[in-house]
């Protein structure tokens, strides 16, 4: 019933930019807590990595292979988080995902309290 819908993938060239969205949702019911947000990628025979994070607190952490050109950000009031991706690199190729570590209350105002994940959208650097 939590939901964590990604946008904003797609092909661009070595050096473009792209902006991916992430929006928490609970269907019947809402969001109470959100203690953090983050960005995870997967690209073909490889494991699950670290992208980028954000916390409640606003305090941000990044994967080495993004610092400097990757940044993450957040509206609190709309569950929202972004990933702004500059000088895009044929490496960033993979499937980006969303993941958020939150509580909510369901349709039958129960708590539901987990790490919850996106089903991923994909983002492709080639020219």
């Known amino acids: 019933q939590v939901q964590l819908v990604e946008s904003g993938g797609g092909l661009v060239q070595p050096g473009g930019s792209l902006r991916l969205s992430c929006v928490a949702s609970v269907h019947a019911g809402k969001i109470i807590r959100v203690d953090s947000m983050g960005w995870y990628r997967q690209s073909p025979g490889a494991e699950r990595e670290l992208v980028a994070t954000i916390t409640n607190g606003a305090t941000t952490t990044y994967g080495d292979s993004v610092k400097g050109r990757f940044t993450i950000s957040r509206d609190t009031a709309r569950n929202t988080v972004y990933l702004q991706m500059n000088s895009l690199q044929r490496e960033d190729t993979a499937v980006y995902y969303c993941?958020?570590?939150?509580?909510?209350?369901?349709?039958?105002?129960?708590?539901?309290?987990?790490?919850?994940w996106g089903q991923g959208t994909q983002v492709t650097v080639s020219s």
């Open positions: 993941n958020g570590d939150l509580t909510a209350l369901n349709s039958r105002d129960e708590y539901v309290v987990g790490k919850f």
